[in-house]
């Protein structure tokens, strides 16, 4: 386990700028002043597109925004000490002010328009059940598979029907962290790659959270090094072909979970630019790009089968939005500035000159 502080601070330097260096380095006051403001416009975006949108939101965009919720919490209160802080830390508590009723409405519309499936997963967006790490750690490439299965054998169905098992919430209400001899295979079968190896780390993560601690599950965090070791050697890869657009939901999703997970690498500065920059302007959510960059060469093709596939529960808007897309944005982009908050500035406080914070709408 690496202790937080100057270790993250290091992981968000490591990596070179992408090409229009607009984030500044977030190792003065400033410049994590400054990068905070950019995460919370996009954030504040984001939730008016989610306030918008609400009846349409899928139960996975609410898990998203459930994440996020958690995550602004954690960060008022790495902040409640520091007047300092104070101008970030009320648009932090806006925002928080801004979700809360959303959340809490969205569970009208999901049993609206699927009862039986709200009541299965009603507990994964239900308030507490997410919880932030407690401890960092990173991940081990000598834990990469030398190799993947060629197809992304990931069936939603199965997965459901599994993290119902753990969760406890089958028609026959089991005992949660109850496990099928199939499930234990499926979620424990190496060589998988994007939604099936990022499923495999959210059982693990969703046993975490539901307190399984018994059986297979004395063996959850060497999975979880396991799976996001492999996770993110998949998010290298899809940001060495620039992030090709089906790569991003899976390539949000990784970040998203492995960052719940305490796989603090996954906060990499280059990374948080790309998820910034994705995000559509007018609507403040994410999905489909704009026509003109979506012409990909052969080889790049080939490279996405490890990454795309199925998207879980998509729902796609007319306008190109994706719930699912904007949920993992803004949990990915939740931790981001979790972490920010997390490590304590170089030289002990965050000074407020430039506070003001950029690209306000
Ligand atoms: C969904 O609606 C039904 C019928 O109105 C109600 O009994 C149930 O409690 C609702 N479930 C949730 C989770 O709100
Ligand atoms: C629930 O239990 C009944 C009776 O034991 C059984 O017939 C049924 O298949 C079970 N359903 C599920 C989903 O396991």
């Given at each position: 386990?690496?202790?937080?502080?100057?270790?993250?601070l290091?992981?968000l330097?490591?990596?070179?700028?992408?090409q229009?260096?607009?984030?500044?380095?977030?190792?003065?006051?400033?410049?994590k002043?400054?990068?905070?403001?950019?995460?919370?416009?996009?954030?504040?975006?984001?939730?008016?597109f989610?306030?918008?949108?609400?009846?349409?939101?899928?139960?996975?965009g609410?898990?998203?925004?459930?994440?996020?919720?958690?995550?602004?919490?954690?960060?008022?209160?790495?902040?409640?000490?520091?007047?300092?802080?104070?101008p970030?830390?009320?648009?932090?508590?806006?925002?928080?002010?801004?979700?809360?009723?959303?959340?809490?409405?969205s569970?009208?519309?999901?049993?609206?328009?699927?009862?039986?499936?709200?009541?299965?997963?009603?507990?994964?967006?239900?308030p507490?059940?997410?919880?932030?790490?407690?401890?960092?750690?990173h991940?081990?490439?000598?834990?990469?598979?030398?190799?993947?299965?060629?197809?992304?054998?990931?069936?939603?169905?199965?997965?459901?029907?599994c993290?119902?098992?753990?969760?406890?919430?089958?028609?026959?209400?089991?005992?949660?962290?109850?496990l099928?001899?199939f499930?234990?295979?499926?979620?424990?079968?190496?060589?998988?790659?994007?939604y099936c190896?990022?499923?495999?780390?959210?059982?693990?993560?969703?046993?975490?959270?539901?307190?399984c601690?018994?059986?297979?599950f004395?063996?959850?965090?060497?999975?979880?090094?396991?799976?996001?070791?492999?996770?993110?050697?998949?998010n290298?890869?899809?940001?060495a072909?620039?992030?090709?657009?089906?790569?991003?939901?899976?390539?949000?999703?990784?970040?998203?979970?492995?960052?719940?997970?305490g796989?603090?690498?996954?906060?990499?500065?280059?990374?948080l630019?790309?998820?910034?920059?994705?995000?559509?302007?007018?609507?403040?959510?994410?999905?489909?790009?704009?026509?003109?960059?979506?012409?990909?060469?052969?080889?790049?093709?080939?490279?996405?089968?490890?990454?795309?596939?199925?998207?879980?529960?998509?729902?796609?808007?007319?306008?190109?939005?994706?719930?699912?897309?904007?949920?993992?944005?803004?949990?990915?982009?939740?931790?981001f500035?979790?972490?920010?908050?997390?490590?304590?500035?170089?030289?002990?406080?965050?000074?407020?000159?430039?506070?003001?914070?950029?690209?306000?709408?």
């Amino acid at each position: 386990m690496a202790s937080p502080g100057l270790p993250l601070l290091l992981l968000l330097l490591a990596a070179p700028p992408l090409q229009p260096s607009w984030l500044p380095p977030p190792d003065t006051p400033e410049g994590k002043a400054t990068i905070t403001g950019f995460i919370l416009s996009a954030l504040d975006r984001a939730t008016s597109f989610l306030k918008k949108r609400l009846p349409e939101i899928n139960l996975d965009g609410v898990v998203g925004f459930r994440m996020l919720e958690v995550q602004l919490k954690g960060v008022q209160e790495k902040w409640a000490q520091d007047s300092q802080l104070q101008p970030l830390s009320l648009r932090v508590g806006k925002l928080v002010e801004k979700l809360a009723p959303l959340l809490h409405d969205s569970i009208f519309y999901l049993n609206l328009s699927d009862p039986e499936y709200l009541r299965q997963f009603h507990l994964t967006i239900k308030p507490g059940f997410w919880k932030l790490p407690r401890a960092w750690t990173h991940t081990e490439a000598s834990m990469v598979y030398p190799t993947f299965e060629q197809e992304d054998s990931f069936s939603e169905e199965l997965s459901d029907l599994c993290l119902v098992q753990l969760l406890g919430t089958g028609t026959n209400s089991s005992q949660p962290c109850r496990l099928s001899n199939f499930c234990r295979s499926l979620m424990t079968r190496p060589g998988c790659s994007g939604y099936c190896l990022s499923h495999q780390l959210l059982f693990f993560l969703s046993a975490r959270m539901r307190g399984c601690t018994r059986g297979l599950f004395r063996q959850s965090q060497h999975y979880m090094n396991v799976f996001c070791a492999n996770m993110m050697d998949l998010n290298r890869r899809a940001d060495a072909i620039g992030y090709a657009y089906p790569t991003r939901d899976i390539f949000m999703e990784n970040i998203v979970f492995c960052g719940m997970s305490g796989f603090s690498d996954f906060y990499k500065l280059r990374w948080l630019q790309a998820i910034l920059s994705w995000q559509k302007p007018r609507e403040g959510c994410y999905g489909e790009p704009a026509a003109e960059d979506e012409e990909l060469p052969k080889a790049i093709q080939y490279q996405q089968q490890f990454l795309r596939r199925v998207k879980r529960r998509e729902k796609q808007f007319a306008d190109g939005c994706s719930s699912h897309n904007t949920a993992m944005a803004v949990a990915a982009l939740g931790g981001f500035l979790y972490v920010l908050a997390e490590y304590p500035p170089a030289e002990g406080k965050l000074q407020p000159p430039t506070m003001t914070p950029p690209n306000q709408h």
